[in-house]
Structure formats: C-alpha cells, structure tokens
C-alpha cells in the first residue's frame, strides 16, 4: 500500500534534497510530480516539506555555504530509520565508516546523524519522535527505492550488514551483477557498480511515476537532464536524470505494485 504509518528499523524512509535555488527545485519537482509544499523552521534555517494528498514525500533545504564554495554537487540523501540513534556513531565506527554529523534533534520531527560508508557514499540515519519519514510510497511522485552506486559493492554490504542488519542478494544481469539488500527476507535497498570508471560512490534515490516516457519528456521540457534511459528492467521502465541545479535522481514506472 502506498500509505505508510512506520518504518522497521533498518529501513530507508526519506529522502531530502540539497540544493542551490530552492525556489527552482520547487517549480522543477512541484510541476513532475504535483507536490504541495510548505516551508518550515530549522534548526536556524528552514526546511521545505513536500507532500501528496496532504502525506509527507520528500524534503528540499538550502545547501550550505561550505559546499557550495566546495563545488559539491546539489544532491538527494537516503535516510535509514533506526531505533537508537545514539548508538549508531559506534556502529558505523566500527564497521568502518565515518560519522559526518554526530546525533542531533531536528525540532520535534526526530533526531538525526549523518555519516559515510567506507566507500564514500554519504548517507544519514533517523529516528522518529512526531514524523516517520515519508508518509507515501510507490505512486505517482512518491519514494519507491534506495540504491547504492559504488565501486565497492563487497565492501559495501559488509558494512551495511553490520550497521543495519542487511543481508545482500546478488543477481547477474549479464553487463554486471545487481546486489539487493533485505532486512527480514525483504529487499530494501540496492546496490551497483558505477556505470563508468572514476563515478564516486552515492546513495540513489528513485520516485515512482505513471508513465516513464511521459515523464522524460516533461523533466526534459523542465530543464533537466537525461542521463539513461528510458529503459526497461525487471522492476518496470526507469530513466535517470540531472535536475537543473545538478542533483541527480530516477524514476520508475513500476512493472507491479511492491509487496
């Protein structure tokens, strides 16, 4: 079902954008996908919620100075929900990784961190106090995948393994083997080699559309740019793109409905 309530721990559960024009993130993915927004306090600055039929779908904030002057690209983050955040530095520690911003409180939505594989790939932890994370999934302009892209798939689910209790599944796909990560028997995330030699290592995000093709065009007309694609996978039809601020995220139009 589309509508979600709570996250297992372990589970990706949010998605947030950073990026450098916050009023053209606004236009480019309010016009793709119908989301509604409303602007918010944090933590000294602002936070953007975007939201579908009045459900929670993904985050936009303003990318911080720092980055910016550091050429660091606009990018989307993957959150994991876990059920002790101050436990999870040690965790990440001790499998290797690097705790970029240790736990803090976010308002009363949750608490936080943030942190890096020993891959390179940044990603952040959540938990809940009064939001879940996305409160809908797997429709039209909704999260409906988390994958990793990293030339260091082995040691990827190694570390994963240990912080969030996955389990990895790899499948051959002829050009290159595809790696699902499950928690519980169920798959929650993926894992790939880059497409091309010398790529750093990031959390991809995925959104679920009705019609593939349709959505090309639009994202296209919108200034954004294609990446791959449009192309069928055994999941559905799914393209990859540059926003026009330069952060990079997919679609998929789903061949089933998810479990």
Known sequence: MPDRTSYAPGTPSWVDLATTDMDAARDFYGSLFGWDFDEQPANGSFYVMASKRGKAAAGI???????????MSPMWTT???????D??????????????APP?????????????????????????KEAIGAELVNEHGSLTWNELVTPGVEEAKQFYGAVFGWTATDMDMGAM??????????????????PMEGMPAFWGVYFAVDDCDATVEAAKARGATLL???????????????????????????ASEPA
């Open 177 to 194: 083997t595809y790696t699902t990560f499950e928690l519980d028997g169920q798959g929650v995330a993926g894992a790939m080699p880059p």
């Open 61 to 71: 904030f303003p990318q911080q100075q720092e980055h910016r002057d550091s050429g």
């Open 87 to 100: 436990a999870m530095p040690d965790k990440v520690t001790a499998a290797g990784g690097q705790v970029v």
């Open 79 to 85: 959150y994991v929900t876990v059920a002790d955040i």
């Open 228 to 254: 791959a694609g449009p192309m069928d996978i055994p999941p559905g039809r799914m393209a990859t793109f540059q926003d026009p601020q330069g952060a990079a995220f997919s679609v998929i139009q789903l």
């Open 104 to 128: 803090f409180d976010v308002m009363d939505a949750g608490r936080m961190s943030v942190a890096m594989d020993p891959t390179g790939a940044a990603f952040a932890m959540w938990q809940k």
